[in-house]
Structure formats: structure tokens, C-alpha cells
């Protein structure tokens, strides 16, 4: 069965059935896009872009010159690009953990997954944590928000040299982490 076309919620978003918070803002998003400083660097990336929640917020900080909007699912991504009309976004179908973007990000922003089908799996936000390492610039920033429950700090603490949690909440932590270690 074909999901249903995509139609503009409560909330002002294109979103349809299937794609990640159809309907609704996810509460840990919105977090990750309060904690945002006002300025970002110039080249930035969504890694696991949904339906382009993130891209305002991003895209109204200071500084943005571009920003890559990166997610596996074309029916999420059909959503962004009806939900981002900034010239400056780019929407690329990808694997996040596989994508090699044309030059290195200054910043990416992130709310990984954690499910593969219905199964939580940690691993995967493990493997975007890697991938935005292996993205960014020397002095590349990331700005990700989780579950709190989920294991991210060691693998975040073995692929930045600085980690700090700058906001959060009874159910989410939002990271800032810098200084990536990992080229490959
Ligand atoms: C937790 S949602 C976050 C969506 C959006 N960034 C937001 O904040 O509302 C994670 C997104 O990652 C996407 N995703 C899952 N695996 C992926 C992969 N390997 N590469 C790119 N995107 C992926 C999912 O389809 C989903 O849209």
C-alpha cells in the first residue's frame, strides 16, 4: 500500500504517514534547536534530515551558508523539500553513514536513529557519530541530541577530543562535541 500524499499538520509541516513524528514536533529536536548558539558555522549538515525539522533553526543562526540535508528514507526527504525552500539547502537521499560529502562539514547537527525495523539499536547512532567525526573539519562541531538512556558518551568521548552535554531534559541530552579524532 502507498503512503498517503504529503499534507501540512497542526504544527505548519509537510509530514505523512511513516516518516519519523509525522504529525508532531519530536521533543528531543526541539531541544537540540533551543541549544543552538546564535552563530553556526558556514557549512552545515543534518545527518538523518527526517522532514527537515531542523534546517529552520539552523538556518536562521548566523552565519549558515549552507547546510546538506542527508536521509535515507525519499519519503522523509520528499517531505523536507516541500517543508525547506532556502535556497542555501541541499537534499541529498543517502546513507549517512556511508555518505562522503564534496568537502568536510564546519558543523553538523543530529538526531540520530535508534531503531532499525522496530528493534532499538544504538549501533546506528554509534555509526552516525562516526560519520559525522569522519565529515567535519579539524575544528568541526557537532550539535546531537539522544535519549537519555542511550549509550553514545564513549563512542562520542572516542571520536571527539571535547564533549560536553549543554542542555537537556528528564528524557534528552543534547552534546556538543568538538575537535574530531577520527580520519579515515
Ligand atoms: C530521530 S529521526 C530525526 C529526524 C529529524 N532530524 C528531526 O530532528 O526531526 C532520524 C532520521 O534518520 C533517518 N535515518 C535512519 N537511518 C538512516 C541512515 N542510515 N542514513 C540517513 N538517514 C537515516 C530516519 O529516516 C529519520 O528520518
Redesign the pocket.
Known amino acids: 500500500m502507498a503512503a498517503p500524499p504529503p499534507e501540512k499538520g497542526a504544527h505548519g509541516y509537510f509530514t505523512t504517514a511513516g516518516?519519523?513524528?509525522d504529525g508532531a514536533?519530536?521533543r528531543?529536536?526541539a531541544l537540540?534547536a533551543d541549544a543552538l548558539p546564535s552563530k553556526l558555522p558556514g557549512r552545515m549538515a543534518?545527518?538523518?534530515?527526517?522532514?527537515?525539522?531542523?534546517a529552520a533553526p539552523v538556518l536562521q543562526r548566523d552565519g549558515v551558508a549552507a547546510l546538506d540535508l542527508?536521509?535515507?528514507?525519499a519519503l522523509?526527504l520528499a517531505c523536507a523539500r516541500l517543508n525547506v525552500s532556502d535556497p542555501r539547502a541541499q537534499f541529498h537521499w543517502?546513507?549517512?553513514?556511508?555518505?562522503r560529502p564534496d568537502a568536510p562539514y564546519d558543523g553538523i547537527?543530529?538526531?540520530?536513529?535508534?531503531h532499525v525495523s522496530r528493534t532499538a539499536d544504538p549501533g546506528?547512532g554509534r555509526?552516525?557519530i562516526q560519520s559525522a567525526s569522519r565529515m567535519l573539519t579539524p575544528n568541526g562541531k557537532l550539535w546531537m541530541?539522544a535519549n537519555k538512556h542511550l549509550p553514545y558518551e564513549t563512542t562520542l568521548s572516542e571520536c571527539f577530543r571535547n564533549v560536553d552535554i549543554i542542555a537537556g531534559d528528564a528524557a534528552f541530552k543534547v552534546f556538543h562535541a568538538t575537535k574530531p579524532q577520527t580520519k579515515s
Open positions: 516518516v519519523f513524528s514536533i519530536d528531543g529536536s537540540l543534518d545527518l538523518g534530515a527526517g522532514w527537515g525539522y531542523l542527508i536521509e535515507a528514507e522523509s543517502a546513507d549517512a553513514t556511508q555518505f547537527v543530529m538526531n540520530p536513529p535508534f546506528l555509526a552516525f541530541v
